[in-house]
Nanobody, 124 residues
């Protein structure tokens, strides 16, 4: 059974940091592109950051550039999202997703597997 399990969410004050982790199991993900999406109430799910299978290519939404860093350790089937200088507008449920193929895609429908999500709440 394929599973993506996120962890590391929580409540943090504005300006603080969190590190999200996504552990994959059930198949080999080291040839998949991976992404972190988020969805706030009443808003569409959006790609926050993505990383190619090798880690050589990364993508960041303009709203998080310079604050968030994505990384992966293929030997552990795990990706991370380091989130610094958090803002109240970063509040959302964050989802990990994987996509068969080497390239990151911004469209949620292009991803094959999803985690259950982890809540991130940033207080002002």
């Amino acid at each position: 059974q394929v599973q993506l399990v996120e962890s590391g969410g929580g409540l943090v004050q504005a300006g603080g940091s969190l590190r999200l982790s996504c552990a994959a199991s059930g198949r080999t993900f080291n040839t998949d592109a991976m992404g972190w999406f988020r969805q706030a109430p009443g808003k569409e799910r959006e790609l926050v950051s993505g990383i190619s299978w090798s880690g050589g290519t990364t993508y960041y939404a303009d709203s998080v550039k310079g604050r968030f860093t994505i990384s992966r350790v293929n030997a552990k089937n795990t990706i991370y999202l380091q989130m610094n200088s958090l803002k109240p507008e970063d509040t959302a449920v964050y989802y990990c997703a994987s996509r068969r193929g080497v390239g990151v895609h911004t469209t949620p429908g292009m991803y094959d597997y999803w985690g259950q999500g982890t809540q991130v709440t940033v207080s002002s």
